[in-house]
């Protein structure tokens, strides 16, 4: 099983790029731009990553990624990754990037996509990757500034595939960003927003009616709500659940406990991501693994999910079929 899911095309709709610095490079980024961190070893940051919840988590995210400073660091986080993922069968990577969290450090928004751009065309035109781009919004910050940072971002819209919503779900809710998401949608921006992890299935519902979303990151709240589910089914919306990072968070106390298995009963469209592999564990062939020793799911299940994310992934309808 672990050589079919080695070799299994993988496709990943959830990723947050700057989650997947590791702390070998988060040291190596530090050194090179004389800063300091909280940690003196690989190890002790390591060690450091054990989270009770997403602010647990969020808190280490932000300080991890103060590093980056220079187009060339956003360049080196992203190819390492493209690598490291293609090195595990990935061929397609949806990446959520976090401009405010840069912008409020003082490195400009140009800063952050030439490296992040740059690293997705040699990708694209060398590892045999597709990447698609999502710009999120901080859901923790202000409405305003995240639609002024939108109103910033004019020379890249054509770039984007999608705009986001992460961060701090809880009292967050969707409705916060209607003004954000109605302005994406009059540009023509697809929207996705995170819902269901921490927060409410109500929050999913209100994604959907209020943000006009087209895809759920997380979504597994959504059990809690009959109404939601029927929603989600009826509709196949996708969700983007990330089974590695619910444990890490403690969404679940245990992967055996996940819902992935009564979701997948339900008939949702379930798709499997890594969300911040640096900070929970490991990434695609880890989390698809995993899933094949908690829930014993056969090649037809991987298969399966597979296809749903290839059908969801921000990519040209050429791709999507060579990679079906
Ligand atoms: N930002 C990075 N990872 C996140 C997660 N799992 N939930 C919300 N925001 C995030
Ligand atoms: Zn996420």
């Known amino acids: 099983m672990q050589e079919f899911l080695r070799n299994l095309p993988k496709v990943e709709l959830h990723l947050h790029i700057e989650g997947s610095l590791e702390p070998e490079l988060m040291f190596a980024l530090a050194q090179r731009n004389g800063i300091e961190l909280p940690y003196t070893t690989v190890q002790e940051a390591k060690d450091a990553y054990h989270f009770n919840d997403l602010q647990g988590f969020l808190n280490l ?85 995240a639609l002024h940072v939108l109103e910033q971002a004019a020379p890249y819209w054509k770039m984007l595939d999608a705009i986001g919503l992460d961060s701090a779900e809880q009292n967050n809710p969707p409705e916060k960003f209607v003004e954000v998401f109605k302005r994406a949608k009059q540009l023509g921006l697809v929207r996705v927003a995170h819902a269901g992890e921490e927060g409410p299935a109500e929050y999913i519902k209100e994604a959907l009616d209020v943000l006009d979303v087209q895809r759920i990151d997380h979504g597994v709240r959504c059990l809690e709500s009959d109404e939601v589910v029927e929603r989600l089914r009826s509709q196949q919306v996708v969700l983007t659940v990330c089974p590695l990072s619910n444990v890490s968070l403690k969404v679940v106390e245990d992967l055996r406990d996940h819902p992935l298995p009564k979701l997948l009963a339900e008939g949702l469209k379930v798709t499997i991501s890594s969300d911040d592999p640096a900070y929970f564990g490991g990434g695609m062939l880890t989390n698809h693994i995993a899933c094949a020793e908690a829930f014993g799911w056969d090649e037809a299940v991987f298969r399966q999910l597979t296809r749903n994310a290839i059908e969801e992934a921000f990519t040209t309808q050429q791709r999507r079929e060579e990679l079906l």
């Open 61 to 145: 995210y932000f300080q991890g990624m103060s590093v980056l400073r220079n187009e060339e660091d956003f360049y080196d986080l992203a190819m390492d990754y493209f690598k490291r993922a293609r090195g595990e069968g990935v061929v397609h990577i949806d990446m959520h990037f976090d401009p405010q969290a840069h912008l409020q450090r003082g490195v400009p928004l140009e800063v952050v996509m030439a490296g992040l751009l740059k690293a997705k065309q040699e990708a694209e035109e060398g590892l045999d990757l597709s990447i698609g781009m999502i710009m999120a919004f901080l859901r923790d910050r202000p409405a305003e500034e």
